[in-house]
């Protein structure tokens, strides 16, 4: 059975009438960048995630890139990041000639460990960028408090987390000063091509967005401060505003699946439960865990990415692909060990938690085109690899 890690042809299929309808009416308008499209699109998202502004960009890097510009960070100032994520969390800071200074991750969460992040502030500390990993929110409680405390700006990394609820039932997006999502075609509301979004309530850090989305200026060829061009298409602002329709539903969906991976990975016996750190002969897989779950909200993790931490992770994945099965590793090198972040101060710290997650994560197929046909098949063929070992 061939179970690829993410399917979008089916997505496409579902919706097409709809999704061409829209492409053929921007073609037709030709308004081609920004233009209604977006702003309709930029109104509903942030009705969607309960924030006074949004405001739509060519992708979710340049969307932290752009919220850390707005926010003035600069040459030498500290900015802290777990040093397990995408690359982008780390690389928006240093193409604005800060630097980034890496904190662990808690093992549960795969987010940032809040008292990592205290032990880290310095007084050059300016922002800390905490990542709502695989679609879980961040320790935001915990993490919003120790930046009061210091007078640190918050700025999420909310790019693999849209929809995803804290236990108070606000949404990621909605936590800190500012957020950055994607809309890379693979997240789980996804564009045809690059877009972003950045959020935020405060006007006046909007209107510094806003004109730093193009080049600074109110007015064209006026220029107030530098900026750039991160404009969003208008053809995915227009892809986007279809989609996000569907967004609850097809959350809905996933973690239902990703209930149904932990129980039967549970009932296959190579596992006890799920949020254990720590292998052991009935443990031999490690399950993810919601920790929201109790919390009574209804999108607590939104699974981006089901991920379980494995034993003998390479051949389990020549063992799924053989069996036409997808897996991915993300993500396999932590930033303290990259070479471009190697003369960085804090990539001579150690990172237990985040080695040993690069060494073992493994994400799932997982997408709510997905049939539990196919997910008893990875499940089963998980089973048969461990079974021979
Ligand atoms: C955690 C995280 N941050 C930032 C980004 C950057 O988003 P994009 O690929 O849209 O530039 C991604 C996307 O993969 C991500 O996963």
């Known amino acids: 059975m061939n179970v690829p890690i993410l399917d979008l042809q089916q997505q496409y299929a579902a919706l097409k009438p709809e999704l061409d309808a829209a492409l053929l009416r921007v073609a037709e308008s030709q308004v081609l960048a920004l233009g209604p499209e977006v702003e309709a699109f930029e109104q509903e998202i942030a009705d969607y995630l309960g924030v006074k502004h949004a405001l739509g960009v060519s992708s979710g890097t340049d969307a932290l890139l752009l919220a850390l510009m707005a926010l003035g960070v600069g040459p030498g100032d500290e900015v802290i990041v777990p040093t397990f994520s995408f690359f982008a969390t780390a690389g928006v800071v240093s193409r604005l000639n800060a630097v980034p200074v890496f904190v662990d991750i808690d093992p549960v969460t795969f987010c940032m460990d809040p008292e990592q992040f205290r032990a880290k502030i310095s007084d050059k500390t300016k922002a800390v960028m905490p990542v709502h990993l695989y679609g879980q929110v961040a320790a935001m409680r915990e993490i919003n408090a120790i930046a009061a405390e210091h007078g640190i700006t918050v700025v999420e990394d909310a790019a693999q987390s849209i929809g995803a609820m804290y236990d108070d039932g606000r949404r990621a997006g909605a936590l800190g000063k500012v957020a950055g999502f994607s809309f890379y075609p693979t997240k789980n ?56 329709q569907h967004l609850d539903a097809w959350t809905d969906r996933v973690i239902e699946l990703a209930g149904m991976y932990s129980q039967l990975i549970i009932k296959a016996g190579l596992a006890e439960e799920e949020g254990l750190t720590d292998f052991d002969a009935n443990n031999r897989v490690l399950l993810p865990a919601a920790v929201h779950r109790d919390s009574g909200v209804r999108h607590f993790h939104v699974y981006h990415q089901y991920v ?74 998980i089973a048969a690899f461990y079974d021979r070992a």
Do not use: W
Not at 209 to 232: A, S
Not at 309 to 330: H, K, M, N, P, T
């Open 308 to 381: 379980l931490r494995v034993q003998q992770r390479d051949e389990l994945i020549g063992f799924l692909r053989e069996r036409s099965v997808g897996a991915g590793v993300y993500y396999p090198i932590p930033f303290h060990r990259q070479e471009c972040f190697q003369d960085l101060p804090s990539s001579r710290d150690a990172y237990p938690v985040s080695d040993h997650a690069a060494e073992h994560v493994l994400a799932l197929p997982i997408y709510p085109e997905m049939s539990e046909e196919q997910l008893r098949f990875v499940v089963d063929s």
């Open 189 to 244: 509301l996804g564009a045809f091509g690059d877009a972003g979004l950045v959020t935020c309530d405060d006007d006046d850090l909007y209107y510094m967005l806003k004109i730093m989305r193009i080049h600074g200026g109110e007015q064209r060829y006026v220029h107030r401060v530098v900026g750039g061009n991160f404009r969003m298409d208008a053809l995915q602002g227009a892809v986007l505003r279809i989609k996000l």
